[in-house]
């Protein structure tokens, strides 16, 4: 049951994103990401998980503040003087305030190039009014697939892979902090800021046991 749900959501989803593209009208729904995440991979190799939600900026307008499906296509972006890759491991459905009471499937990712998309929709295929305190869409676990992630990454929504829908706007609506044309990178999300623990290298940790096995054995002959 779980493959003939998922498979004509993809194509569904897809089909939307297609007629979407330059012509979506904005919505008053805003997408923001969590916090400025810090990041050590020494102490987290498979690194964080980070919750997204959308935000309402209008609750009074009628119909604004709807929402039946989603796609968010997130770019992550090395800032000066970082190096490595930051990409998404996997994607779940949120652990608290979900947007949707079920969801039609677990959240989908689908990579083109450097955009990674999320899509799901509402098992109900019925809007739900998000309040102005916002709901969570879904949870991404990051990683480093080339494990040499370091510096600043940010994160930012791809202008022509996310949107929303509901049952009345089968063409998609853009968020509203995200640019239909100008800057290429799309909205500012949010960053990780990486780093590594100082760890001795593998030499470095052998002279030291050496030294101390050595002066372990001077101190054993001068007490005899």
Do not use: H
């Not at 498979?46 to 900026?57: E, H, R, Y």
């Not at 800032?79 to 491991?89: F, K, P, R, T, W």
Request: charged share 15%; hydrophobic share 40%; glycine share 8%.
């Amino acid at each position: 049951m779980f493959k003939a749900l998922r498979e004509p959501f993809v194509c569904i989803l897809a089909a939307f994103v297609l007629s979407s593209l330059g012509q979506a009208a904005k919505g008053d729904l805003v997408l923001n990401l969590i916090g400025e995440l810090n990041w050590d991979r020494s102490t987290d190799p498979l690194g964080p998980a980070a919750v997204l939600f959308g935000l309402t900026s209008n609750d009074d307008a009628p119909n604004a503040n709807e929402l039946n499906a989603f796609n968010v296509g997130l770019r992550i972006l090395p800032a000066a003087g970082a190096s490595g890759v930051i990409s998404i491991q996997s994607v779940g459905i949120p652990s608290s305030n979900s947007v949707f009471p079920s969801y039609a499937t677990i959240p989908i990712l689908s990579s083109v190039g450097d955009v990674q998309t999320v899509s799901a929709d509402n098992a109900a295929f019925a809007n739900v009014s998000i309040p102005s305190s916002g709901r969570n869409l879904f949870q991404a676990n990051f990683f480093s697939p080339t494990d040499d992630a370091i510096g600043k990454f940010e994160i930012y929504a791809d202008r022509e892979t996310t949107n929303y829908f509901t049952t009345t706007e089968f063409d998609g609506a853009k968020f509203q902090n995200v640019p239909t044309f100008g800057d290429v990178k799309g909205a500012y999300l949010g960053s990780f800021t990486v780093s590594v623990s100082s760890v001795p290298e593998p030499n470095t940790l052998l002279c030291w046991l050496m030294s101390l096995s050595t002066a372990r054995g001077l101190r054993y002959r001068k007490r005899r």
